[in-house]
């Protein structure tokens, strides 16, 4: 990552708060985690830490995506909400805005992902190497030359959502890395974590938090 980091100076906006559970809504250009540098030390993860020095990671979001996360406020909730995204039992909704018209109204892609190495993070589609990732789509409407959609990933890979829309041609508008001409000018990547689902840690009820779409 660039010299240029300049994450947003907006105060924690808590979504849901118990004794094992903090639920909050990161801002896009935030870090999940610290980066290599000390210009790359303000993250999501410190600042929860500065306000709730117990939380544990469970999960992280990509810097320029918007929307919830959730931390653990215990070591045992950190491992039992570890394993439910590990067996993909969480439910995971984002609301995204893509370039051009997607057809038809819902789809599925299937296809498998590895890191590109000599490019990293970027990511790229491996039918020989890649581990599976599979993506729902359903389009919510279509916005003068782009689509807005949810988008439900069954799989959890990194950059899943933004290789996913790339490859059917309908990459995310304002995506830094799989976007480029004008989809690539937006004021942000228009990509938001919407809703989570997920069993309380402690009883397992279940439980879903949201954070809408600010875009």
Known sequence: ???DYAPPDTPLEVIH??????????PHGLLSVPGKGAHLADCLL????????DALLVHRLDRDTSGVVIFALTPQAQRHLG???EKRQTKKTYVARLWGLLEPKTGTVDLPLIVDWPNRPLQMVDHANGKQAITDWRVLRHEGGTTRVRLFPRTGRSH????HMREIGHPILGDPFYADGPAREAPRMMLHAEELRLRHPEGGQGMAFRADCPF
């Open 83 to 85: 394993l439910q995204f």
């Open 1 to 3: 990552m660039s010299e």
């Open 46 to 53: 410190s600042r929860v830490q500065a306000a709730f020095p």
């Open 17 to 26: 708060l118990d004794h094992a559970l903090l639920v909050v809504n990161k």
């Open 160 to 163: 899943q959502l933004r290789v």
